[in-house]
Nanobody
Framework: QVQLVESGGGLVQPGGSLRLSCATS????????IGWFRQAPGKEREGIAC????????AYSDSVEGRFVISRDYAKSTVDLQMDNLNSEDTGIYYC??????????????????WGQGTQVTVSS
């Protein structure tokens, strides 16, 4: 059974940083593609970052490219999302999700079939 638990959300000022973590089992961490998605108020959920099973390949949406970094931490058994230079448009509920093994990961919701409960990120002064 694949279990994913997000943490690290909160309130941050524009220009600030947050680090989200997606905790899971070591097996999931090694065998699954992990993606981060978010849903802003009144908007559809969008994919923002993913890390493939093999070769640590990553992909980002245009909206976060250059500001967010996704990484896998085997010691903590987490997939982390470092978010820098945050702005109000980054506000939303952030979810991590697990999908099948990939060499190059898709940031497409339909490719992921295990989801966490989400963590709230609010960017406001």
């Amino acid at each position: 059974q694949v279990q994913l638990v997000e943490s690290g959300g909160g309130l941050v000022q524009p220009g600030g940083s947050l680090r989200l973590s997606c905790a899971t089992s070591g097996e999931t961490l090694s065998l699954y593609t992990i993606g981060w998605f978010r849903q802003a108020p009144g908007k559809e959920r969008e994919g923002i970052a993913c890390i493939a099973t093999f070769a640590e390949n990553t992909a980002y949406s245009d909206s976060v490219e250059g500001r967010f970094v996704i990484s896998r931490d085997y010691a903590k058994s987490t997939v982390d999302l470092q978010m820098d230079n945050l702005n109000s448009e980054d506000t939303g509920i952030y979810y991590c999700a697990a999908g099948g093994p990939t060499l190059y990961c898709p940031i497409v919701e339909s490719q992921y079939n295990h989801w966490g409960q989400g963590t709230q990120v609010t960017v406001s002064s």
